[in-house]
């Protein structure tokens, strides 16, 4: 065999490694509300912690983990600090986060805060059921008492839903289906980072991505949710969750009267079309 012979061989074999039919195969969850299994964010409190069911990651390790955490009407926490900075968006119900000495701000189904590491603050609930998805990038996440406060250099965010800046088609380009919405609350489109949708009542379309890391979180509404790996439509209400790895679309559908938000966290850009 010649030099030049092996050297074709050689670029072929690298360009074949390099073609998305011998990449990694897509792979894909959902897990419909009705399907989570419910715990303890503090299991030794018992009853009197919130609930709380890990999406995905595993909160008690050093891992990004994404959860539900549910609150009565009423609860209110004492002071107290985090390890770990967490994201939290409003589901279900009216939640405050801040100081201990700031005035209630009560925030409702969409809206989004961050609680930096460190910081002393409450938690409270005020609606009749109360959801947050609560999201981080590293763990065990654990609560401390206030007197072990620090500044890690971050500060908090508290993004009430009527506060919220959208982009549309007019503006994004990776959106081209009509009456379709877009935020960006943390991070960037080419990096990791977070998103919300507002999808139209009506809705029929994709969202398409090549990223390793794609998971959607269902914030409001109830949709038709289709894929290569679940053919047969699967509906799924507000605390929802779905994630795929590889290139992967989403089909989906709207079919109520009203609008359906999505929080997305990525590590690359998606389409919606």
């Given at each position: 065999?010649?030099?030049?012979?092996?050297?074709?061989?050689?670029?072929?074999?690298?360009?074949?490694?390099?073609?998305?039919?011998?990449?990694?195969?897509?792979?894909?969850?959902?897990?419909?509300?009705?399907?989570?299994?419910?715990?303890?964010?503090?299991?030794?409190?018992?009853?009197?912690?919130?609930?709380?069911?890990?999406?995905?990651?595993?909160?008690?390790?050093?891992?990004?983990?994404?959860?539900?955490?549910?609150?009565?009407?009423?609860?209110?926490?004492?002071?107290?600090?985090?390890?770990?900075?967490?994201?939290?968006?409003?589901?279900?119900?009216?939640?405050?986060?801040?100081?201990?000495?700031?005035?209630?701000?009560?925030?409702?189904?969409?809206?989004?805060?961050t609680q930096p590491a460190g910081e002393d603050h409450t938690t409270a609930a005020n609606g009749e059921t109360n959801l947050?998805?609560?999201?981080?990038?590293?763990?065990?996440?654990?609560?401390?008492?206030?007197?072990?406060?620090?500044?890690?250099?971050?500060?908090?965010?508290?993004?009430?839903?009527?506060?919220i800046v959208w982009l549309d088609s007019n503006d994004l380009h990776d959106i081209s289906a009509k009456g379709v919405q877009s935020t960006y609350v943390w991070?960037?489109?080419?990096?990791?980072?977070?998103?919300?949708?507002?999808?139209?009542?009506?809705?029929?379309?994709?969202?398409?991505?090549?990223?390793?890391?794609?998971?959607?979180?269902?914030?409001?509404?109830?949709?038709?949710?289709?894929?290569?790996?679940?053919?047969?439509?699967?509906?799924?209400?507000?605390?929802?969750?779905?994630?795929?790895?590889?290139?992967?679309?989403?089909?989906?559908?709207?079919?109520?009267?009203?609008?359906?938000?999505?929080?997305?966290?990525?590590?690359?850009?998606?389409?919606?079309?």
């Amino acid at each position: 065999m010649t030099l030049s012979t092996k050297a074709t061989m050689l670029t072929l074999s690298l360009a074949l490694l390099s073609t998305p039919s011998l990449a990694a195969e897509s792979s894909s969850k959902v897990v419909a509300t009705e399907e989570i299994n419910w715990g303890y964010l503090n299991p030794l409190r018992g009853v009197l912690s919130p609930g709380a069911a890990d999406l995905w990651g595993d909160r008690t390790t050093n891992t990004a983990t994404g959860m539900l955490v549910r609150f009565n009407k009423g609860f209110e926490s004492p002071p107290h600090i985090h390890n770990i900075t967490y994201r939290g968006i409003v589901i279900e119900g009216e939640m405050h986060n801040a100081d201990p000495q700031a005035k209630k701000m009560w925030m409702p189904t969409g809206s989004f805060w961050t609680q930096p590491a460190g910081e002393d603050h409450t938690t409270a609930a005020n609606g009749e059921t109360n959801l947050i998805y609560l999201e981080i990038d590293a763990g065990p996440y654990l609560v401390k008492p206030s007197a072990e406060n620090f500044d890690n250099g971050e500060r908090p965010l508290n993004l009430h839903k009527d506060n919220i800046v959208w982009l549309d088609s007019n503006d994004l380009h990776d959106i081209s289906a009509k009456g379709v919405q877009s935020t960006y609350v943390w991070g960037s489109s080419a990096d990791m980072g977070g998103s919300m949708l507002k999808l139209p009542a009506g809705f029929t379309g994709t969202i398409t991505t090549q990223a390793s890391e794609f998971r959607l979180v269902l914030i409001s509404g109830e949709i038709g949710y289709k894929s290569e790996q679940q053919s047969a439509a699967k509906q799924l209400k507000a605390g929802s969750y779905v994630e795929s790895s590889g290139a992967y679309t989403h089909h989906i559908t709207n079919n109520g009267d009203q609008e359906v938000s999505l929080y997305i966290r990525t590590n690359n850009r998606y389409q919606v079309k």
